[in-house]
Nanobody
Framework: QVQLVESGGGLVQAGDSLRLSCTAS????????MGWFRQAPGKEREFVAA????????YYADSVKGRFTISRDNAKNTVSLQMNSLKPEDTAAYYC?????????????????WGKGTLVTVSS
């Protein structure tokens, strides 16, 4: 099973961009659907974006569609989340997630492995 480590969080202003990365250990990364979830203070963890093992299929939450882009590089065992036009409501801990099934299963909460999270704070 892969292990996931996130990086790239920080404090930015509304309208800025930020890129999160998640690096996976293990030799089976390409067989995992990958995704990002987030959890704001006092709220439940919610789905943000998911990508299939091949990278050919992506899903996004309505709240980030058109602003966030998920991508992966299987040669480097990484998945990234490019976040543009950030809003204060995007403030949350962002978690990388992996699933040995389909990306749509991950989207619906079927996660096999979680990263420890990275904090994104967007000031107004």
């Amino acid at each position: 099973q892969v292990q996931l480590v996130e990086s790239g969080g920080g404090l930015v202003q509304a309208g800025d961009s930020l890129r999160l990365s998640c690096t996976a250990s293990g030799r089976t990364f390409g067989s995992y659907a990958m995704g990002w979830f987030r959890q704001a203070p006092g709220k439940e963890r919610e789905f943000v974006a998911a990508i299939s093992g091949s990278g050919g299929t992506t899903y996004y939450a309505d709240s980030v569609k058109g602003r966030f882009t998920i991508s992966r590089d299987n040669a480097k065992n990484t998945v990234s989340l490019q976040m543009n036009s950030l809003k204060p409501e995007d403030t949350a801990a962002y978690y990388c997630a992996g699933a040995t099934t389909l990306a749509i299963t991950l989207k619906n909460g079927g996660v096999n492995v979680w990263g420890k999270g990275t904090l994104v704070t967007v000031s107004s």
